[in-house]
């Protein structure tokens, strides 16, 4: 709102805002400035999943959310080739000493029913789900989750933004944060 001021005997013109966040409270923002960057980030993450633990990727194609997945799955410690399941659907990778993490790719997913269909707490019983365009099935994965919002600024940057819903996820965050900016 456009909003007239005294000061000094001046009469000014002053916009007005109301107080607001630039991103939500308890999220963060991260730049990568090349493919090898975000791997890096997602290797930073992947260190930390543990079973159970949900990751929501969103964000146009090209955003970088297999190249994530790339890093993310190799700090996890799995050896396998990541690539993007948009045919098959869901990626199972393996560790060594055991362990699976299911990366879904909901692209190409008509309805939340669908991934329902896939047997999603199955999966996260079983170990850490990443999820390529979690916004196309939100209402079909666990309201606890960590998203992150991928875009794309130019051939080589990538703007990410994380949120945390629940506790685990929010301490999930946390971590990551730390390992990011060695902050807390």
Do not use: C
């Amino acid at each position: 709102m456009l909003n007239g001021k005294m000061k000094a005997g001046f009469f000014t013109l002053g916009w007005d805002f109301p107080s607001m966040a630039v991103i939500e409270q308890g999220s963060f923002e991260i730049i990568s400035r090349s493919p090898s960057q975000t791997r890096r980030v997602g290797m930073r993450l992947g260190d930390l999943l543990q079973v159970g633990d949900i990751v929501g990727l969103e964000g146009n194609l090209g955003s970088g959310k297999t190249t994530f997945v790339q890093g993310l799955a190799s700090g996890w410690g799995s050896l396998d080739a990541v690539s993007s399941p948009t045919y098959v659907l869901v990626n199972i990778y393996r560790r060594m000493g055991g362990g699976e993490l299911f990366h879904l790719d909901a692209y190409r997913l008509q309805s939340p029913a669908e991934a329902v269909d896939l047997d999603l707490d199955g999966m996260i019983e079983r170990g850490p789900l990443v999820v390529e365009w979690a916004d196309r099935i939100a209402e079909a994965l666990p309201e606890h989750r960590l998203t992150l919002k991928m875009k794309m600024i130019s051939p080589d940057q990538r703007d990410f933004i994380i949120q945390a819903q629940g506790e685990r996820h929010r301490e999930l965050l946390r971590h990551f944060r730390e390992r990011i900016y060695g902050e807390s």
